[in-house]
């Protein structure tokens, strides 16, 4: 059975930095491309970033592109975000999400989700 | 980057019904490369759809989606209880992936 373990959420100031981190087992991780998607409370699904297998290839949407780094580490079965200069519209719910193929595509498998509350 | 519109925003229904849900892109999705998800309160999403009109594992067969360039549909043959939910189409043909915004399927 696939799980998917967010982590690293939590209440952080405008202006600092955050970094959550997704545990991933019950599939082989460096086989499929992963994902962040985050929603607001209340909102609907915003896709936030994708990284596929090998970490060859890598995307953001606009409204994060210069602030946030996705990464993974294989040999540990993570995927990681660095949310730097992190505002008041990036509080939401940051789910990991599991692709269907190496490379991005479908998202198939969901996290429970961590919970980022930016505010002063 | 690809604006995904659903219609209608809200669905009111009653089981047993048929419902009908559109997605309709600012721009074609290549290869049709659109999927679509269900979200239930407090709930992660779900993959109900890949690549328009596939779907995925262990999904009820009453689920079927179509369409290909800018216009696609998610049909619910016959609505189950458990069905009543929020619904989302995505699109993975261009960068950035996008979500629509969402239809709310509701019992009437």
Known sequence: ?120 | EIVLTQSPGTLSLSPGERATLSCRASQRVSNSYLAWCQQKPGQAPRLLIYGASSRATGIPDRFSGSGSGTDFTLTISRLEPEDFAVYYCQQYGSSPITFGQGTRLEIK
């Open chain 1, 1 to 120: 059975e696939v799980q998917l373990v967010e982590s690293g959420g939590g209440l952080v100031q405008p202006g600092r930095s955050l970094r959550l981190s997704c545990a991933a087992s019950g599939f082989t991780f460096d086989d499929y491309a992963m994902h962040w998607v985050r929603q607001a409370p209340g909102k609907g699904l915003e896709w936030v970033s994708g990284i596929n297998w090998k970490s060859g290839s890598i995307g953001y949407a606009d409204s994060v592109k210069g602030r946030f780094t996705i990464s993974r580490d294989n040999a540990k079965n993570s995927l990681y975000m660095l949310m730097n200069s992190l505002r008041a519209e990036d509080t939401a719910f940051y789910y990991c999400a599991k692709d269907m193929s190496g490379e991005m595509g479908a998202i198939k498998d969901w996290g429970q989700g961590t919970l980022v509350t930016v505010s002063s």
